[in-house]
């Protein structure tokens, strides 16, 4: 093809077949072609777009690929606030709100009444920005004021339309403006497995949620585009009156071609909300996307102005959340497994059984105290539960319906690994094997741990490896993982010569990792990120933390005489010398490198601890910029505690902050202080 006008014609025609195809997978769920022949008209839209770049256009579908490296995500301010939803959980509290803003707006007709129930889908919020047509920005909700700027990661998902559709005269008309759409990314169940069966076992992500807001914050968009993610559209501003109403702006979202999941309904009275409600609490397991609960939104958008927001939420809607799924089953047996730290967990081996959504057949039991406030037996019937619909727990045994068979847990006495005796220390509710230098279990654990992403981050050393590794006698402790030999890693089950250079090159790069992560690392029982930090500020160097004594240790911030203990301990064992110096041989950093500045002073001089589930952000990340504007992470409530920001089921630390009179913040509240 040498005539450019012919080129375009065909580029036109491919893209155009492209987005329709994209269109009948992802939004329609009507595939007509298979994904090789879908990703060689691709092939060979890029190819032409290469040979032609002036041709090259920001709605192609080439532009899904990514490619683009973002060093950092700027920060956008959004037209007006991304507000998060009240929650509720019973359908009394249901009946509250629509009254409430009955009785707020004296409402009289049954079209003012009206409420929108959609499916509330579990993901991450993000806004999209168009003008003319075509897509501009992509931005996080942040704190909801502001966001972060991820416009190359948001191009890569296929149900975000590079250029509305001109479907309709009005709508024609009206997309040339600016038009913002608001919504959810999510990540398909079939696909979130998919990902976590690519990684190590112990780098996985706990459920959909984590792994797309994991994933929409990664620098390489290319890396994005592997991972595949859904957008479906729920806020539309800039097409249609002002007058029009919510359910209206749903149907013209999809005009525009956007994913909105389809399953909502204009409900005109309270019957109509909880027939909703009732019909999704089962039928939401088949759905091949995460759901924990219902939004109700007011119809007439003209009232929402006039019900107006409290500082964190709308009035005119709210989220009904799902009560956590319970289930009964028989308990076949008990397992015990041995820690890094050699902590025995007693796990239970159940009757597999359908519990939100997937078959459960293990849940722990987490000490022996447990088991014994259970008063659980072998063969008992046991309610399990899901805490946040990821982890399953046994709640409680069914007395009336325990049967004759059942008989009393055989607790063990010696470790099951390596057969030593248990000890349990004083005020510990836990036991523990004392053979840490030669228990199988506790050597591939402080491996694990060592090669965690929040420590040394070695990428593709997972369980199977590691198992290896140890039951062949190449590794003994951490130390021996930077002598690794090509040809030595070759000889193991596959592990070929890919797979061998590959881990030799995460070995490499953890070289790199700081200091204060290698202190953590190491395994110091007691000793978690916030407790690294802190003594890496106060010992800039190994060799200065070693020589410190229990009293001195006790004077750096939230360093107890426990954790001054379990330091020295760790630090006068026999075997640690040898270790340190083998790692100082492998080049690992074993000092502090220079004080990175801050990015502001909002903490400073405060300390600050976490409870509970964080929506927006990973526990590690949070603490990080907590330390980054000149706060301090703690471990336990204490008076000397500054600040404790509560998540999703906080925990017993909540109740015992309020007693003592510390500052309670939501983690909307963490946002704005940030």
Request: charged share 30%; proline share 4%.
């Amino acid at each position: 093809m040498s005539d450019t006008s012919t080129v375009k014609e065909a580029i036109s025609k491919l893209r155009h077949e492209i987005e329709r195809h994209n269109r009948m997978y992802y939004i329609e769920a009507k595939p007509e072609i298979s994904d090789y022949e879908f990703d060689r008209l691709l092939e060979k839209l890029i190819a032409l777009e290469k040979q032609y770049p002036e041709l090259v256009t920001p709605d192609s579908p080439s532009q899904r690929v990514g490619g683009t490296i973002t060093r950092n995500f700027p920060a956008v301010q959004h037209s007006e606030p991304m507000l998060s939803l009240a929650n509720t959980y019973s359908l009394g509290e249901v009946e509250d709100f629509y009254n409430r803003v009955t009785k707020l707006l004296a409402l009289e007709s049954v079209y003012e009444q009206e409420m929108v129930a959609e499916l509330k889908f579990d993901g991450v919020a993000v806004s999209l920005l168009y003008r003319d047509g075509l897509l501009v920005r992509g931005a996080t909700r942040g704190d909801g004021f502001q966001g972060d700027d991820i416009t190359a990661n948001i191009k890569t998902i296929a149900t975000v339309p590079l250029r509305l559709s001109e479907t309709g005269e009005s709508v024609s008309e009206q997309r040339k403006a600016t038009v913002e759409v608001r919504g959810e990314v999510f990540m398909r169940k079939d696909d979130f497995e998919r990902l976590n069966e690519s990684r190590p076992e112990e780098d996985r992500f706990a459920n959909p949620r984590n792994a797309t807001a994991g994933t929409l914050k990664l620098q390489d968009s290319a890396e994005v585009a592997k991972r595949r993610m859904y957008f479906v559209a729920y806020w539309l501003k800039g097409v249609g009156g002002e007058s029009t109403a919510h359910f209206e702006r749903l149907e013209l979202l999809q005009q525009l071609g956007f994913y909105t999941g389809g399953n909502y309904r204009l409900c005109r009275s309270l019957d109509d909300i909880g027939k909703f409600i009732g019909k999704w609490s089962e039928k939401r397991w088949k759905l091949p996307f995460e759901t924990d609960g219902v939004v109700l939104k007011l119809n007439d958008v003209r009232q929402w102005e006039k019900l107006g927001a409290t500082a964190k939420s709308p009035r005119w809607a709210i989220a009904y959340k799902y009560p956590a799924q319970q289930a009964e089953t028989v308990l076949r047996d008990v397992v015990f497994q041995v820690g890094r730290l050699g902590t025995i967990t007693p796990v239970a081996e159940l009757e597999p059984v359908r519990l939100a959504g997937s078959t459960v057949s293990r849940s722990t039991l987490h000490n022996f105290d447990e088991m014994e406030r259970l008063g659980v037996m072998l063969h008992d019937r046991v309610v399990i539960e899901k805490s946040g619909e990821v982890i399953p727990k046994v709640i409680s045994v069914v007395l009336d319906k325990r049967p004759r068979e059942a008989m009393p847990v055989a607790i063990p006495h010696v470790c099951p690994e390596c057969a030593t005796p248990l000890l349990k220390p004083e005020n510990e509710v836990s036991w523990y094997c004392p053979n840490e230098q030669e228990c199988p279990a506790q050597i591939r654990g402080r491996i694990l741990h060592f090669a965690s992403r929040d420590a040394m981050d070695i990428k593709t050393l997972g369980r199977a490896l590691v198992d290896q590794l140890v039951d062949v006698g190449l590794v003994r402790d951490v130390s021996d993982l930077y002598f690794l030999q090509e040809p030595q890693l070759e000889r193991l089950e596959r592990m070929g010569r890919k797979s061998a250079q590959n881990l030799l090159r995460a070995l490499d790069e953890s070289r790199e990792k700081s200091y204060d992560r290698l202190l953590y690392a190491l395994g110091i029982r007691h000793v978690g990120r916030a407790t690294a930090r802190e003594l890496a500020k106060a010992y800039p160097s190994l060799e200065e933390l070693m020589q410190a004594g229990e009293e001195e240790l006790s004077t750096v911030p939230d360093i107890g005489p426990s954790i001054a203990w379990s330091i020295r301990d760790f630090f006068s064992r026999p075997s640690i010398p040898a270790l340190i110096e083998k790692l100082r041989d492998a080049g690992l950093q074993l000092k502090a490198s220079g004080q990175s500045a801050l990015v502001n002073r909002n903490f400073e001089g405060i300390s600050v601890i976490f409870t509970g589930t964080l929506e927006r952000y990973g526990r590690e990340k949070a603490s990080e910029m907590v330390v980054e504007r000149g706060g301090r992470i703690t471990g336990s409530v204490s008076k000397k505690t500054g600040l404790l920001v509560a998540g999703k089921e906080p925990g017993s630390k909540l109740e015992k902050a309020r007693k003592l009179g510390v500052r309670v913040i939501t983690e909307e509240e963490f946002e704005a202080m940030l």
